[in-house]
Each structure stands twice: as C-alpha cells, then as structure tokens.
C-alpha cells in the first residue's frame, strides 16, 4: 500500500516527471517498489519515469474510482 504522499508522486511522474525534485524520500520507495524508473538523462540530471508496472497500478486505481 503506497501512503498518500507516494501516491501524489507517483502521479507527478506519470503527469509532468520533469518537475520532481530528484531528493524527494517518496521516489526511493517507488523505485524499490519498481514503479518507477530514472531514463537516461540528456545532458543534465536523470528524469524519473513510470514504467510498466507502475502505470498498471495507476490503471487499476483507475479502475476502482
């Protein structure tokens, strides 16, 4: 279960994932959880993104609303 703040992040980062602050304590706990994943940064720093089994939790929320 993701506490609300982990929940607000993961879709920050699904929505607009440049504006993440890269030292935020939720994004450790959704990378341990594999929902989401840095790219590979242009010049500059990492951008987070959802991967697959992120975007399937997002959708099954979705779902339940």
Partial sequence: M????ELATL???K???ERIEADRAEL??????Q?????????GFPVPR???H?????RAIA???
């Fill in 35 to 43: 929902f989401i994943a840095n790219d590979p940064p242009e010049p």
């Fill in 2 to 5: 993701l506490s609300p703040h």
């Fill in 28 to 33: 450790c706990a959704l990378r341990a959880l």
């Fill in 50 to 52: 959802v991967t697959p």
């Fill in 11 to 13: 879709l920050l980062v």
């Fill in 63 to 65: 779902r339940v609303r």
């Fill in 54 to 58: 992120g975007d399937a939790f997002l």
């Fill in 15 to 17: 929505d607009a994932p």
